[in-house]
């Protein structure tokens, strides 16, 4: 009777019916990534087809926009991108997801920690030197946490997520 439909959009709401994500086929999104978009993905992009949507793209487990690379597939109509965890490609574009959906978004109020602490993963990257490159090494230390690769081997910009600024502003100097 009340079959799941994973193709309906549901809200998920803390305990002051706040909402911190909806889900739409499967996947988890920002409440304010626009639903016309999570039901619209041209090929190969978003958080089940890309892997780079699906990692930096990602807040909290919810999907807070696409990577740079599918970004452009869009023609920056859905933002610049991100390049990092919560860090969208700095770049003029009145169509920047800072400047349109998650304008006023607090990235530490929504998505999932339960499922996954971005937060957690950027002070664990914090505690590395800036520039440094690293990767995960450890293995099986914690199997119940998800499995989480590293590969930071962009330019430097990529570490301005350590001045994490969600105000969108121009302040990575
Ligand atoms: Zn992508």
């Known amino acids: 009777m009340d079959q799941y439909n994973p193709f309906v959009v549901r809200y998920h709401r803390n305990h002051g019916g706040k909402v911190l994500f909806y889900t739409y086929n499967n996947e988890l999104y920002a409440p304010t990534f626009p639903e016309e978009w999570a039901k619209d993905f041209k090929p190969e992009t978003g958080p089940a087809n890309c892997s780079d949507c699906g990692t930096f793209g990602v807040w909290n487990a919810a999907f807070l926009g696409y990577c740079v690379k599918c970004a452009e597939k869009y023609n920056g109509e859905r933002g610049n991108g991100f390049s990092f965890y919560g860090k969208e490609k700095e770049e003029e574009n009145k169509n920047s997801a800072f400047n349109t959906y998650l304008k006023d978004v607090d990235l530490y109020e929504i998505g999932d920690t339960g499922i996954f602490d ?27 946490e998800e499995k989480v690769e590293w590969s930071i081997d962009r330019d430097a910009d990529s570490i301005c997520i350590f001045g994490i600024n969600f105000d969108g502003g121009d302040d990575s100097n």
């Open 118 to 144: 971005t937060a957690a993963l950027i002070d664990e990257i914090q505690t590395y030197e800036p520039g440094h490159q690293f990767c995960q090494q450890e293995e099986d230390e914690d199997e119940e």
